[in-house]
């Protein structure tokens, strides 16, 4: 989302969005392209996505909004290259 009135158009329990930032880090499964469901709001910036395999907290600048699709993704929705676990600091 580049604009936070982005928002406004998010309705929990439906809005499916798409990670635009590889947040492998956290898990693996959190790749660029990866989609889940906004299921809740843990601080101003930070919305609960559900994901197929782990629920998170991710900033709103992280995600954008899937348009005409709502509900939880299943597997088949995930990019299909999951990398290699890393830890922090490697490149």
Known sequence: MKDRSELQRV???QTRVILVRDLST???NLVVGAQGMVVGKLASYTLKVAFPKVTVGVNWQDLDIVEGKTGM???ADQPKDIPKPRSIGDE
């Open 11 to 13: 309705v929990f329990q």
């Open 26 to 28: 956290m898990n693996p």
């Open 73 to 75: 993704p299943t597997d």
